[in-house]
């Protein structure tokens, strides 16, 4: 069915999703790493609108945005389905996974880069947004029920994500005591194989992030 190709950045909570999404299906395909601060010829090329991360090349037709990635990908690739047949479940897997990426990132990623009144209300608006995740998640394996399914891998770099706020910049999010079933889901989550191998591990983000303060 054509070449795959992945141009991404291992660190971003974007990018592995869509080879969490591969891995699942079973798709052989080339990881191209992307250098955010130069970006690459390849990148404008296939991604000459937004010129961002992460991109599918399949068979040499681009498709940008993770969303849409992961849908063109369950499309394609039909073994081991990610989106639930009834069209009622799959609208609210779809509605929940904007949800996810249009309020939960959001919010978090305002209150890390603000202070204040504007900060309190981007930390409020988190909140309440992972509060209702948990609310999802409870009583369930997965989002996707009792297999992993196209929510899990939208929501599953949040956590790592939210920890790595809380030790570079004491934003604290993902409150065990406030988020006990969201909490759990990621400790499950996390040890799948296919998704501990690709996961932004906390340590590289520190990491990476520091050698980003000290080069300003």
């Known amino acids: 069915m054509g070449d795959v190709k992945v141009i991404g950045a291992s660190l971003s909570l974007f990018c592995c999703k869509i080879e969490w999404a591969l891995k699942h299906k079973g ?17 404008l090329q296939y991604n000459p609108v937004h010129k961002k991360i992460p991109v599918l090349v399949h068979g040499e037709k681009p498709i940008a945005e993770s969303l849409i990635i992961l849908e063109y990908i369950d499309e394609t690739w039909t073994e081991n389905p990610m989106l639930p047949e009834d069209p009622f479940e799959k609208a609210m897997a779809r509605f929940w996974a904007r949800y996810v990426d249009e309020k939960c990132v ?16 981007a930390l409020e608006s988190a909140q309440e947004s992972l509060q209702l995740l948990n609310k999802l998640i409870e009583g369930n394996k997965f989002f996707g029920g009792e297999t992993m399914g196209f929510l899990d891998f939208v929501v599953g770099s949040l956590p790592n994500w939210l920890k ?4 570079f910049q ?3 999010l993902f409150d065990t005591k406030e988020l006990p079933f969201l909490h759990e889901w990621a400790q499950r989550f996390t040890e799948i194989p296919i998704i501990k191998e ?6 590289d983000l520190l990491n990476y ?6 080069a300003k």
Not at 27 to 43: M, Q
Not at 106 to 121: C, F, L, P, V
Not at 209 to 214: I, L, N, P
């Open 27 to 43: 798709i052989a395909y080339e990881y191209i790493e992307e250098d955010l601060r130069n970006k690459s010829p390849l990148l």
């Open 198 to 203: 690709s996961i932004p591990k906390i340590e």
């Open 106 to 121: 959001i919010s978090a990623w305002t209150a890390s880069r603000t202070k204040g009144h504007e900060q309190e209300k």
């Open 170 to 172: 004491g934003i604290k």
């Open 164 to 167: 790595f706020l809380e030790e």
């Open 209 to 214: 992030s520091r050698a980003q303060h000290k």
